[in-house]
């Protein structure tokens, strides 16, 4: 499996940005992805998950109502859409693959991606 998260930028608190990672080497939709994010200075973060076919999702406390988890089987993608992003959201956000939640959320995935840095300035 590989993953290839993108989108990352810098913007300023209160903005959206939408990061994607692209899944590939094998059947998508078997597997839950997540993103995890450190920032910096700071342990590893669980932020969202989604199930297979995308009927479950899954958010830290932090970013729940602000931060929307969906996934494309067609297309073998997952995103993360962040509104009303605040200066504690900035870190380097990986995308990850798992067969299991637990994997995602305990930040022990199969599979990661390589991150995509996201600074939000006050």
């Known amino acids: 499996v590989q993953l290839q998260a993108s989108g990352g930028g810098l913007v300023q608190a209160g903005d959206s940005l939408r990061l994607s990672c692209a899944f590939s080497?094998?059947?998508?939709?078997?597997?839950?992805m997540g993103w995890i994010r450190q920032a910096p200075g700071k342990e590893r973060e669980f932020v969202a998950a989604i199930s297979g076919l995308g009927r479950l999702t899954y958010y830290a406390d932090s970013v729940k109502g602000r931060f929307t988890i969906t996934r494309d089987n067609a297309k073998n993608t997952a995103y993360l859409q962040m509104n009303s992003l605040k200066p504690e959201d900035t870190a380097i956000y990986y995308c990850a693959a798992d067969s299991d939640l637990i994997g995602v959320t305990t930040m022990a995935p199969d599979y990661w991606g390589q991150g995509t840095q996201v600074t939000v300035s006050s």
């Open positions: 080497g094998r059947t998508f939709s078997g597997y839950l």
